[in-house]
C-alpha cells in the first residue's frame, strides 16, 4: 500500500484545526494514519481487552493477548472462548474509556513482582533498601521518586513542587485544609456549576465544617448557554467576569483542569492570571482529567496547588495513589519552634503561620523531614515543600505502580502525546460529524412525518485548545441504553452518564486511527439498529 496520505500537519497551537480529504472515510487511510505514526509502538507495552475477555465471568489465569500458542490453542487447556469457538473474540477491543479507567501498561506486574520479591526477601528494610535489578527504589523514597518522574507530566519547576500520597478527594480535602482559609470578608469559593460528585461534596462539606452554607459561600459558574442541552462549555470570557464581580469577597478558586462531562479544556494559565491579579488568595485545579491528558505547566501558570488520580490518563490501576501540586512560593520555612499555636483565620486572611514558620497544613509523620522522620520527636519539621504535606506511610504497591505508569511516560513527551491527540480526535469529530451529515439514525423511533433530529451531538467544544483527548456525544433522548448495548455488542468500551451521555476517548498511547475508523463504523450500525 502507497503512503498517499501525509500524516496531517499539526497546527493546533496556531488555533487551526487537522483538515481531512473526502476519502479519509475510508479504513485503509485510518492504516496509513497509523502507519506514521511515531507513537504507534506504544500500544504494545499495554494490555488491551479482547472481546472475549471482556465476556470473562471468572478467574482463569489467562491474560488477554497472552498464553496463547502459535497455533491459536490456549496454554493448559484453558479456553477464553467460554462456548464461543470464533477467533473474533480474540481481537482486541476498541478500549476507548481511558478517561475512566486507563488500560494496564505490560510493566506494572514487573514492578508489583519486584516489590513483592522485596517485602518476601529483606522484610522491613525494604523501607531503606534498594536491591540491586530492581525497578523501584527503597520504600520511603518512592514517593519523591514518582515526583521526580512528573515534571515535564504537570509543568513543575522540580520535583519538590509535586508529591504522590492518598486519593484525589483526600487530597483535595488536604489542600482546602491549607488553602481555604475563610475570614469574614472572604469567605467564597468559586467552582464551576456541574464538578464531578466527589469535589461537590467536598467543596460542600468544607464550607460546613468553617460554619459556612453553600447558599452563601459558593458561587457556581454556569455555562454561557445553560438552557441548551447541546452547549454547555463554559466561555474564559465568563469565568474572568465571574471573578471580577467575587473577587473581594473570595477566599479560593477552584476548577477543574478539564470538565469531566462535556471535556471541556479550560484556559488554565489566563484564569489563574487573573484570578491571582485581583487578589484571589488561592488558585487550586482539579486535574483529573488533565494530567497525561493535555500539556500542563502548572509552575508557570502560577497555580497555588493542584490534584490529580492516576488511573485515568496515566494508567496506575483502579484506586492508585495520586497526585498534588504546591507551587514552590508556600515552600519557605522559618523553623520557629513554638507548638500549638495558629494564626487565627479572622485577622487578615494570611495562610502562612507566621509563629510555625511554614503554611498551615494538617500533618502526619510521613510529612516530616527524612532526616529527623525516625527520631520520633513530638514537634513537626516537615519535609521540604509539597513533600510536607504527607500524612501516613503510602502504599509501596500502589507506588510501584504509579512508578511502573509514569516510566511509560517518561519514554515519550507530553508535547508529542498531545500532538497525536490532536489529530486522533480531530479524526474522531470528522467521522462522527460525517454521520450527523448523512442522516444516520434521525428517523430511529420517529412515526412517519415527524421532524427528524439528528441522533446524537457533539457537546464538547470543536476548538482543539478547548478539549483534551475525550468527545462527550449527547444522545436523543431515549437512546442511551439501546446504543450502549450495541456498542458493548461490537466490542467497544466507553462510559456512559445518564441521561443521554456517550464520553469517547481515543487515548493517544494506546490507541490508533484505525481504533477510531472501527467505533465509528459500530456507532453507525447502533444508531441505525437501536
Known amino acids: 500500500m502507497s503512503c498517499d496520505f501525509p500524516l496531517l500537519v499539526i497546527t493546533f497551537r496556531a488555533g487551526e484545526k487537522p483538515e481531512f480529504p473526502a476519502d479519509a472515510k475510508s479504513i485503509d487511510y485510518a492504516r496509513q494514519l497509523d502507519a506514521q505514526d511515531k507513537l504507534k509502538s506504544f500500544r504494545d507495552d499495554f494490555i488491551i481487552p479482547t472481546k472475549a475477555s471482556l465476556k470473562k465471568r471468572a478467574l482463569n489465569n489467562s491474560i488477554p493477548g497472552e498464553n496463547k500458542l502459535p497455533n491459536g490453542e490456549c496454554v493448559n487447556g484453558v479456553s477464553q472462548h467460554e462456548g464461543n469457538p470464533s477467533t473474533d473474540d480474540d481481537t482486541q477491543s476498541i478500549y476507548f474509556v481511558g478517561n475512566s479507567l486507563g488500560a494496564q501498561p505490560k510493566c506494572i506486574r514487573t514492578h508489583l513482582d519486584a516489590q513483592l520479591e522485596t517485602w518476601a526477601s529483606i522484610g522491613v528494610n525494604g523501607h531503606f533498601t534498594s536491591l540491586q535489578n530492581s525497578p523501584l527504589m527503597a520504600w520511603q523514597d518512592m514517593a519523591a521518586d514518582c515526583a521526580q518522574q512528573s ?40 467552582a464551576e456549576w456541574k464538578p464531578f460528585p466527589s469535589d461537590s461534596y467536598a467543596i460542600a462539606s468544607q464550607l460546613q465544617w468553617h460554619g459556612l452554607s453553600p447558599s452563601t459561600s459558593l458561587i457556581e459558574v454556569h455555562p454561557d448557554h445553560p438552557e441548551t442541552p447541546s452547549s454547555l462549555s463554559i466561555s474564559t470570557e465568563h469565568i474572568l467576569s465571574v471573578i471580577d464581580e ?26 489563574t492570571a487573573h484570578a491571582r491579579a485581583r487578589g ?20 508557570d501558570w502560577g497555580v497555588d496547588f493542584a490534584v490529580w488520580c492516576t488511573y485515568k490518563y496515566l494508567n496506575a490501576g483502579p484506586g492508585a495513589i495520586a497526585g498534588v501540586f504546591v507551587h514552590e512560593r508556600h515552600h519557605h520555612h522559618h523553623h520557629h519552634h513554638h507548638a500549638n499555636t495558629n494564626t487565627n483565620p479572622e485577622s487578615g486572611g494570611t495562610a502562612v503561620d507566621d509563629t510555625l514558620g511554614y503554611r498551615h497544613r494538617l500533618a502526619g509523620w510521613y510529612g516530616a523531614d527524612k532526616t529527623v522522620r525516625f527520631n520520633m ?31 511509560v511516560f517518561g519514554r515519550t513527551s507530553m508535547r508529542e502525546l498531545r500532538d497525536k491527540a490532536v489529530v486522533l480526535t480531530g479524526y474522531l469529530e470528522w467521522l462522527l460529524n460525517g454521520l450527523v451529515e448523512d442522516g444516520v439514525g434521525t428517523s430511529m423511533g420517529r412515526t412517519e412525518g415527524e421532524e427528524g433530529e439528528p441522533a446524537f451531538r457533539i457537546i464538547t467544544p470543536a476548538n482543539p485548545l478547548e478539549r483534551g483527548s475525550q468527545l462527550s456525544l449527547l444522545l436523543r433522548e431515549g437512546l442511551l441504553e439501546k446504543v450502549s448495548g450495541k456498542l458493548a455488542e461490537g466490542g467497544v468500551v466507553c462510559d456512559a452518564r445518564k441521561p443521554d451521555v456517550i464520553r469517547v476517548a481515543p487515548v493517544p498511547l494506546y490507541c490508533g486511527f484505525e481504533d477510531v475508523w472501527g467505533f465509528v463504523e459500530v456507532f453507525k450500525r447502533a444508531l441505525e439498529g437501536a
Open 377 to 407: 520527636a513530638k514537634e513537626f519539621l516537615p519535609a521540604a515543600g509539597a513533600h510536607g504535606w504527607q500524612v501516613s506511610n503510602p502504599s509501596a504497591a500502589d507506588l510501584a505502580c504509579v512508578r511502573a505508569a509514569l516510566g
Open 280 to 299: 484571589i488568595p488561592a488558585v487550586g485545579w482539579d486535574l483529573a482529567h488533565a494530567a497525561g491528558n493535555v500539556e500542563l505547566r502548572l509552575h
Open 151 to 190: 515534571l515535564d507530566l504537570v509543568g513543575a519547576a522540580s520535583p519538590s513542587e509535586v508529591i504522590y500520597m492518598n486519593t484525589l478527594t483526600v487530597n483535595l480535602h488536604l489542600m482546602m485544609a491549607s488553602f481555604y482559609r475563610p475570614t469574614e470578608k472572604r469567605h467564597k469559593i468559586i
Open 246 to 271: 467575587h473577587a473581594d469577597s473570595t477566599a479560593l478558586l477552584l476548577l477543574p483542569g478539564i470538565q469531566y462531562y462535556t471535556g471541556q479544556l479550560f484556559d488554565m494559565a489566563r484564569i
